[in-house]
């Protein structure tokens, strides 16, 4: 990042909150000079504040990219101060969930260049997964450049179309409270038999840990790794029988949930 076009034109990132930081943490680390960045937050933080960063003063006219991560509700005060940067070279990426392509369209302008991107939270310690889409006239190069820039919090895959987003964000935009609801749930369950509070909890965590990084990590599947783990009659198999019911199990649950997120996903793109 060292050498980029950022480094160069400049990057101006417009709030700066959970998800702004998490990402601004990861660029300077990656050799971006604090001198290029220039940063919009009404309220910034005393970690925000020692960074070296320019924190709001005067933007540069035409910067490489203007990342965006205000929260959604509040897009429609804060866009329209940076319409003079819209129809020309900057790259404009959002993360903010359900403002479409299209209303960054409208309020900067049709020409202007968009990426419209969804995190998630392990971006805070560089594990997080985005994905992201593009306009039209957004080429091959911003979304490249795009990429480079989200790829300093995990992992970015590329979408087809934008109407992918919401399930996305169903999947893996919301699916970290799942798992944390899953851990909390999971040490409640061994204390109901008969495991310290602490010591259960313990247990899951370093489990959901252990068990992601493995899946990841694995050339097999994870159904052949549960398949591996799961000998006939035996422990995991009682546990499964439970979890994998079609009706009441994970099967039927984690569909009405993503399809839930998804949904309101949609309804709020829309309203
Ligand atoms: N957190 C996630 O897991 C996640 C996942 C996917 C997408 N996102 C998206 O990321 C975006 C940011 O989320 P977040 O969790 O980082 O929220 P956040 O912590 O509330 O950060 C938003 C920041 O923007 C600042 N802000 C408010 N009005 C502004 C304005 N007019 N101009 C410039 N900055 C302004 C806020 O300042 P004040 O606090 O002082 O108002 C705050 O520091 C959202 O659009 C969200 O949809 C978040």
Known sequence: MKNSRIAAEGLVLLGCGKMGSAMLA????????????????????????????????????????????????????????????????????????????????????????????????????????????????????????????????????????EAQIDAVTGVSGSGPAYVFHMIETMAAAGVAQGLPADLSMQLAKATVAGAGALALQSDETPSQLRINVTSPNGTTQAALEVLMDEVVGFPALLKRAVKAATDRSRELAGG
């Open 26 to 161: 990861g660029w300077l680390a990656r050799g971006l000079p604090a001198s290029s960045v220039w940063v919009i937050d009404p309220h910034p933080s005393d970690w925000l504040q020692g960074q070296g960063v320019h924190l709001n003063t005067t933007l540069p006219v035409k910067p490489a990219i203007v990342l965006v991560a205000v929260k959604p509700q509040m897009m429609a005060d804060a866009l329209p101060t940076l319409k003079m940067m819209g129809n020309g070279t900057t790259l404009f990426v959002s993360v903010a969930a359900g403002i479409t392509i299209s209303y960054f369209e409208q309020t900067l302008g049709a020409q202007t260049p968009i990426v419209r991107a969804m995190p998630n939270t392990p971006a805070a310690i560089s594990q997080g997964i985005t994905a992201i889409v593009a306009n039209a006239a957004a080429g091959p190069k911003a979304l490249d450049e795009a990429e480079a820039l989200l790829s300093a919090v995990g992992d970015v895959v590329r979408l087809d179309a």
